[in-house]
């Protein structure tokens, strides 16, 4: 198959330094791709050919609109023109995309959080849950951002559980602000990637908040997109105490990975339980993401898959024991 490009600059920044996006596509479809001035041949079986087309195709039109591309867009695009041939639910053409700023613009980068982007446009209440490195909180801090900078609603509050991750860290030294900044960083790392320097003003003027968890009790958000995240370290207490605060016109977002709490032995964990509890409740949606959804480091996915064996292999030895007795 030979696709036709008409601008040649574009077609060297599609290719990438050395060629590692063309390299990148081999290695994940299994063709041979080979440029020659605005031509691009590629080789290999039929249904590979066409979503290596696709892809090549959709990373072009992302250079039309002004974007730069990265090894980790050109993954994206491949793992959207997987899951069409996996003939899944259509997450739509493409890579979704929101706006979250005047020159920003946040794109879904697996079919999953194509996916998570619609339940958060039609549901109040949306859960995402799964292993660390899908995107769950970042995606869900890039869609508030788009909520404020279309003005569907007046404040963007972010929360978390204000618990140690294993260790214990004392008495930590400074003011409140200071002492809980180091548990909410990640929140102010996905803000600040998404929305650029405009946060700092926006976080100024209070339309843009972030506060451990406990400072929620008490209060009603309203006309407010709001965020929990790290939720498989709430209690059940917790849980139902920051699920009651949706107020008129907001809507809420609650991310965790039931398999990382941190929860002290024998609590009960309020993540699960939330999710039992509310299966069947009008409203309330829930985006499960696996190991597959991984859009970190490569070697992220490998890592997630090998603890999920383990603990399986755990569980199956701790069931055959309790047969023996």
Same mark, same amino acid.
């Given at each position: 198959?030979?696709?036709?490009?008409?601008?040649n600059q574009? =077609?060297a920044a599609l %290719?990438?330094?050395h060629?590692?996006? #063309?390299?990148r &596509?081999?290695?994940?479809l299994g063709?041979? $791709?080979a440029?020659?001035?605005n031509?691009?041949?590629?080789?290999?079986?039929?249904?590979?050919?066409e979503?290596a087309?696709?892809?090549l195709?959709?990373?072009?039109?992302?250079?039309?609109?002004?974007?730069e591309?990265a090894?980790a867009?050109?993954?994206?695009?491949?793992r959207f023109?997987?899951?069409?041939?996996?003939?899944?639910?259509?997450?739509?053409?493409s890579t979704?995309?929101?706006?979250?700023?005047?020159s920003?613009?946040?794109r879904?980068r697996?079919?999953a959080?194509?996916?998570?982007l619609?339940?958060?446009?039609n549901?109040p209440?949306?859960?995402?849950?799964?292993?660390?490195?899908t995107?769950?909180?970042?995606?869900?801090?890039a869609f508030?951002a788009?909520?404020?900078?279309?003005?569907?609603?007046?404040?963007?509050v =972010?929360?978390?559980? %204000?618990l140690?991750?294993g260790e214990r #860290?004392?008495? &930590?030294?400074g003011?409140l602000?200071?002492k $809980?900044?180091?548990?909410l960083?990640?929140l102010?790392?996905?803000?600040?990637?998404?929305?650029?320097?405009?946060?700092t003003?926006?976080?100024?003027?209070g339309?843009?908040?972030v506060?451990p968890?406990?400072f929620?009790?008490?209060?009603?958000l309203?006309?407010?997109?709001?965020i929990?995240d790290?939720?498989?370290?709430?209690t059940s207490?917790?849980?139902?105490m920051?699920?009651?605060?949706?107020?008129?016109?907001?809507?809420m977002?609650?991310?965790?990975?039931p398999?990382?709490?941190?929860l002290p032995?024998?609590?009960?964990?309020?993540?699960?339980e939330?999710?039992?509890t509310?299966?069947?409740v009008?409203?309330?949606?829930v985006?499960?993401?696996?190991?597959?959804?991984?859009?970190r480091?490569?070697l992220?996915?490998?890592?997630?898959?090998?603890?999920q064996?383990?603990?399986?292999?755990?569980?199956?030895t701790r069931?055959?024991h309790?047969?023996?007795e």
């Open positions: 198959m030979t696709l036709e490009f008409p601008d574009r =077609l %290719a990438g330094a060629q590692k996006h #063309l390299v &596509l081999e290695q994940k063709v041979r $791709v440029t020659r001035g031509l691009v041949a590629v080789e290999g079986a039929p249904d590979d050919r979503r087309a696709a892809v195709r959709a990373l072009y039109a992302r250079l039309e609109n002004g974007d591309l090894l867009d050109v993954d994206a695009e491949i023109a997987l899951h069409e041939a996996e003939s899944l639910p259509p997450v739509g053409v979704p995309t929101i706006k979250t700023a005047a920003r613009v946040a879904a697996s079919p959080q194509g996916a998570y619609e339940l958060m446009r549901y209440l949306v859960f995402g849950v799964g292993p660390a490195g995107g769950k909180t970042w995606l869900a801090a508030g788009h909520l404020l900078y279309e003005r569907r609603v007046e404040r963007l =972010l929360s978390r559980p %204000a140690e991750a #860290l004392g008495f &930590l030294p003011d602000k200071e $809980v900044d180091p548990y960083r990640p102010y790392d996905a803000l600040f990637d998404t929305m650029g320097e405009q946060c003003r926006l976080m100024e003027s339309t843009i908040e506060a968890l406990a929620m009790r008490g209060r009603t309203a006309r407010a997109f709001v929990l790290e939720a498989q370290n709430c207490a917790q849980m139902k920051f699920l009651t605060r949706l107020g008129e016109d907001s809507r977002v609650v991310t965790g990975d398999s990382q709490s941190d032995g024998g609590r009960p964990e309020g993540l699960r939330a999710l039992e509310l299966a069947d009008e409203g309330v949606a985006a499960q993401f696996t190991d597959k959804d991984v859009v480091h490569p992220v996915t490998r890592i997630v898959r090998a603890y064996n383990r603990d399986a292999a755990a569980r199956d069931r055959a309790k047969a023996e």
